[in-house]
């Protein structure tokens, strides 16, 4: 990984704007395809489905459990090294090795070798966004960072929306397996240029801060985090937001093909522009917002993700009730927009809680939470629903698996915002000082 960073100090002001857009360009490139390769699947579920003849709840489990499981257990350790040396040259690697497991599922005969194939995704994927949150961290100064967040959070939505387009395309015209192909191969290049063009920032720069910490270990960090009643309430507002996402994500194509009778291409071409619009608009104004509203007091910001989760909730309900497909995907773009508004706060903040040297692991701990509760468990809750409400619905059975889903989550996640916002401004005094 190369040398422990810190060991030459630099002057905090060596990192030029210009250094700073590059980066954060980068490294959204880098998520889009983080989120190509994961959700590369949800759009290949039908043909898989046909081929492997498997229930819903095992097309859940592929899609969630079995890559979740390994990538938020794996998200912490892995940090720990984002703490102690090069963040770059992690994202690099990792970027290589879950590019190359994408490509290798092309190759699975069964849906076993799939989910091992899948598995391998989610250990590369492991090593991405806690040290590329870290080093934004140190790219972007505390009033800007919320916004560098939301912008690296378009990575999600830029990779949704050509996972969708891309994937169903091929997936018609060509073949499931050849989806993976054409996804997991380009991100080896990537992988180079992040390598050899990304200059790893002096940790402390954007906030004038000398690194003078030691690394931290896995349970200081928590034992530290497990203190601040603010990211509780983050990390398990994330988690039922997430929770939610995750199921639309995995299912709603499916839902669009059975419920609708849209075709793989064109379900594939509505959703991805719908979330790759809409989806962007929420993750960077949701940032951008966030800024704003927290100029005085970041409580502020946390509410106003409570009422961003509460108008995206009243919303989603009449998504999945309505006959008609034309409003239906038109009443989809407000709670697409409005239910991604959480992340990019909730990043930023758990950033600005913890220490130059507790970053990548706070990260990871929050993602580990927020991975293994909404995506370990959203898509699989929603699949095995699904197969229980069969007898009663039939191939109606993916609404009402949907529409129980989000009657819950939205609501609970809102509540813990709220909570964490009584929170969060106390919370952020004591940061610098328990470090």
Partial sequence: MGEPQGSTQQSPGMISRASANYALFILTIVYTFNFIDRQILAILLPPIKAEFNVDDWVLGMLHGTSFALFYATLGIPIALLGDRFSRRNLV?????IWSGMTALSGMAANVVQLALARIGVGIGEAGCSPPAHSMLSDYFPPQQRSTAMGIYSLGISFGIMLAYVGGGWVAENIGWRQAFFIVGIPGLVLALIVRFTVREPVRGSSENRVDRESPSEIWQVGRFLLRRRSF????????????????????????LNRTHGLGLADAGLYLGLIIGIAGGIGYAGGGYVADKLGTTARRRALNGVAIALLIGWVFSIPVVLVSSLVLCLALFVVPTVFSNFYLATTIAQTQSLVGLRMRAVASAYLFFILNAIGLGL????????????????????LRYSLLLV????????A?????????IDADLQRATQDS
């Avoid at 959203?378 to 059975?397: N, R, Y």
């Fill in 378 to 397: 959203g898509p699989l809750t929603t699949g095995l629903l699904s197969d229980l409400l069969v007898p009663h619905f039939g191939e109606e059975s």
């Fill in 92 to 96: 690099a690697a990792a970027l290589a």
């Fill in 232 to 255: 509780l309430h983050l990390a398990m507002g994330s988690a039922m937001a997430s929770f939610g996402g995750y199921s639309v994500a995995s299912f709603f194509p499916s839902f």
């Fill in 415 to 423: 509540m813990h915002y709220y909570l964490a916002g009584r929170h």
């Fill in 406 to 413: 989000g009657i819950v989550v939205s609501p609970w996640a």
